[in-house]
């Protein structure tokens, strides 16, 4: 069979499904100026609009990774500046650990030189107040033994007697001398 007698066997399916050519190519225009209308003002608009916010939202995405990334970064520099701050810190405390310990030390030296030099010169003194002491002694011891002599010669004793004072004068003196 040949094309133009298939297609005479076919017959036309539209005027049974009750389609006019007439309203059929009137709806197609309509539709095809109506969809030129909506792309030339309302797509194109919103495709504009919905680019303009995808071109936001990819920016936004980027600010976000970015930010993510300085903080990141912000952390790190924190973290490393807080661990030198703690050495310097540690650093900071030993050095004024060691100079404390060479102060105290030097601060102790020097306290027990002054305590020697202190305890020598409380002993020298010692000594000068034993020498004036003694020195005072001898002259009071003098001066009391002039006086008994004095008394004992203005007396009438005899020679007993003189003997016995003689011891009592004695042995007062080297009482005196012990205290």
């Not at 609009?49 to 970064?73: G, H, P, Y």
């Not at 306290?111 to 004036?132: F, M, N, P, V």
């Amino acid at each position: 069979m040949s094309t133009p007698c298939m297609l005479a066997v076919i017959e036309n399916p539209l005027p049974k499904f009750g389609v006019n050519w007439y309203d059929f190519i009137s709806q197609a225009i309509a539709f095809l100026i109506i969809a030129w209308i909506l792309n030339k003002f309302v797509f194109k608009t919103v495709m504009k609009t919905v680019a303009a916010r995808q071109k936001e939202a990819e920016e936004a995405v980027a600010n976000s990774d970015r930010i993510r990334r300085e903080l990141l970064a912000t952390e790190e520099a924190r973290k490393e500046v807080l661990h030198q701050a703690q050495e310097q810190a540690d650093r900071v405390v030993s050095e004024t650990k060691a100079h404390v310990a060479v102060l105290l030390n030097r601060e102790t030296i020097r306290s027990e030189l002054l305590g020697i030099e202190l305890l020598a010169k409380a002993r020298k003194e010692a000594r000068l107040d034993h020498a004036r002491l003694k020195t005072e002694l001898k002259t009071e011891i003098a001066t009391m033994v002039v006086t008994l002599t004095a008394k004992l010669a203005q007396m009438n004793l005899s020679a007993s007697d003189r003997e016995r004072l003689l011891q009592v004068a004695i042995n007062e003196i080297t009482e005196t001398a012990k205290q």
